[in-house]
């Protein structure tokens, strides 16, 4: 009784061993595909169309972000000089809804990926415009935080991340430096408010922070070049 159990058990335990190596042998090729697709596909995207990115930009953009990306309207972002990584990422986030904005979803609806590939390495390749702080005081009070961060409410320096003069660091830390102060004021708010909640690290990073430091930061960045 006990051999014929035991012997019945060492069958099982086999052919679960033998099941298992098939098992293997069958997904290991199966895996080996999934590596060379993914490669693939990471090569697929073909170069991006900069001639079609510039065409998209002058025909449907530049009405609100101005020549060459560089919006003379303060409540419509520069784009000039922009990672294409963090623009790719946002213009794919008003199409799904992840970043809220009633105009630019609308906007964004009418790329497709190649689109939205195109007209952010374009802006990438164009060049910024200086911005200007409007007062000593305000861009002091932001000078402090952007470069020391508030020990007191755990915030860290913008520096950190954005580099201390604003250029960001490609691709993940947007470029900061020369945006208009109004629209770095909604976006602050917007982060805090969790009006904007495409981002938990800024999230986390503006929720003490208070208007007048916002506005603040937002005055310094504008300055900084
Ligand atoms: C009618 C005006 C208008 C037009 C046209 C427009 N935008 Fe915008 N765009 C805005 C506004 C307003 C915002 C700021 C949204 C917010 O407050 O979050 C914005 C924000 C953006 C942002 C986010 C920038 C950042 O730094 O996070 C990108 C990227 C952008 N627009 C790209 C485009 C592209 C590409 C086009 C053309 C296909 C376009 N926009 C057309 C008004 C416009
Ligand atoms: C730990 C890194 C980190 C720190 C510190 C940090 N940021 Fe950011 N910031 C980010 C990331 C990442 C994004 C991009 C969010 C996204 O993908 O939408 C961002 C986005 C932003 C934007 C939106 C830019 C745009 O064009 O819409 C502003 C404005 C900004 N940060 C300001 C600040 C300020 C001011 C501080 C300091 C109080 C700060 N950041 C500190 C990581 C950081």
């Known amino acids: 009784m006990i051999d014929i159990v035991e012997s019945e058990g060492f069958c099982a335990h086999n052919f679960k061993f033998v099941a298992m190596k098939l098992i293997a042998s069958l997904m290991m090729p199966a895996a080996l595909a999934v590596v060379a697709v993914t490669a693939f596909a990471a090569d697929a995207p073909a170069k991006p169309d900069l001639a079609k990115g510039e065409a998209t930009y002058s025909g449907v953009c530049a009405a609100c972000h101005?020549?060459?990306g560089n919006s003379e309207v303060p409540n419509y972002?520069?784009?000039?000089?922009?990672?294409?990584?963090?623009?790719?990422k946002q213009l794919q986030e008003f199409k799904s809804g992840k970043?809220?904005?009633?105009?630019?979803q609308?906007?964004?609806?009418?790329?497709?990926?190649?689109?939205?590939?195109d007209v952010s390495a374009w802006l990438g390749t164009q060049k910024a415009k200086n911005g200007v702080a409007q007062s000593k005081d305000l861009?002091?009070?932001g000078e402090s935080i952007y470069r020391g961060g508030a020990q007191d409410r755990g915030i860290a320096a913008c520096a950190g991340c954005h580099s201390p003069n604003g250029a960001g660091v490609p691709v993940q830390f947007p470029r900061l430096a020369g945006q208009h102060q109004e629209y770095t004021v909604k976006q602050l708010s917007d982060f805090r408010g969790g009006k904007?909640?495409?981002s938990t690290v800024m999230h986390d990073e503006v929720k003490y922070l208070t208007d007048h430091e916002i506005q603040g930061l937002a005055d310094y960045i504008a300055g900084l070049r």
Do not use: H, I, S
């Not at 972002?77 to 790719?88: E, R």
């Not at 970043?99 to 630019?104: G, I, K, N, Q, T």
């Not at 609308?106 to 590939?117: H, S, Y």
């Open 66 to 68: 101005g020549a060459g």
């Open 77 to 88: 972002p520069v784009l000039a000089q922009q990672f294409p990584g963090y623009l790719v």
């Open 99 to 104: 970043r809220e904005d009633a105009v630019m």
């Open 106 to 117: 609308g906007m964004a609806a009418t790329l497709d990926d190649e689109g939205v590939r």
């Open 139 to 141: 861009a002091a009070v």
């Open 196 to 198: 904007r909640t495409n």
